[in-house]
């Protein structure tokens, strides 16, 4: 079973910089990109970039390049989502997924269990 | 505003057969892109119902399925259960975007 691990629940101050992980295991690590999706009350899932494990090549949705920065270890099979100055409305539970299909017809088949980020003053 | 839209609940009783639809446009669900749909329950990680409009992973009942028509897409849960209560959300891709999309989510209630 394909298995995603996401690093713990983060309170931060606004401002403040913040990196979250997702280990995946069970599974060739660099065979399939992850996505990252938000998580908030009042928007629903949104997708918010994906990455290439194995050459690092990204995409962003354009409600998020610029803010984040996706980024991954292979020696540790982990990928990371960074905030350099994160924002009150950072505020969700973000999760890390394993992408698959082809072409414009790709889905997410396994998911992380999410991280809790809490961005007050 | 999501650019794939659902409506925001359902309701059924047990038994019943319920359909959630997933209404896009020709930048998105319109040129043949697949639909997706998943089911996500409070502080859980959402769950792969349908891939690519019509298929069914391992492990989900034949009592979920999916189907794709012009720019609109449809769940639809037969015999329905109390634990099918949640919330769903469609996906596909957007061209205008270049980005993976979600619908806005339904929340499934079952009386």
């Known amino acids: 079973e394909v298995l995603l691990v996401q690093s713990g629940a983060e309170v931060k101050k606004p401002g403040e910089s913040l990196t979250i992980s997702c280990k995946g295991s069970?599974?060739?690590?660099?065979?399939?990109?992850i996505d990252w999706v938000r998580q908030t009350p009042g928007q629903g899932l949104e997708w918010m970039g994906r990455?290439?494990?194995?050459?690092?090549?990204?995409n962003y949705s354009p409600s998020f390049r610029g803010h984040v920065t996706l980024s991954v270890d292979k020696s540790v099979t982990t990928a990371y989502l960074q905030w350099r100055s994160l924002k009150a409305s950072d505020t969700a539970i973000y999760y890390c997924?394993?992408?698959?299909?082809?072409?414009?017809?790709?889905?997410?088949?396994?998911w992380g269990q999410g991280t809790p980020v809490t961005v007050s003053s | 505003q999501s650019v794939l839209t659902q409506p925001p609940s359902v309701s059924g009783t047990p038994g019943q057969t319920v359909t959630i639809s997933c209404t896009g446009n020709?930048?998105?669900?319109?040129?043949?892109?697949?639909v997706h749909w998943y089911l996500h329950l409070p502080e859980t990680a959402p769950k792969l119902l349908i891939y690519?409009?019509?298929n069914r992973p391992s492990g989900v009942p034949d009592r979920f399925s999916g189907s794709k028509s012009g720019t609109s897409a449809s769940l639809t849960i037969t015999g329905l259960q109390a634990d099918d209560e949640g919330r769903y959300y469609c996906?596909?891709?957007?061209?205008?975007?270049?980005?993976?999309?979600f619908g806005g989510g339904t929340l499934l209630t079952v009386l």
């Open positions: 997924a394993r992408r698959l299909g082809s072409g414009s017809s790709q889905y997410s088949d396994s």
């Open positions: 069970r599974y060739s690590f660099t065979t399939y990109w």
């Open positions: 990455i290439d494990p194995l050459d690092s090549y990204t």
């Open positions: 020709s930048s998105n669900i319109g040129p043949d892109y697949g």
């Open positions: 690519v409009n019509t």
């Open positions: 996906q596909s891709y957007d061209d205008t975007l270049s980005a993976w999309v």
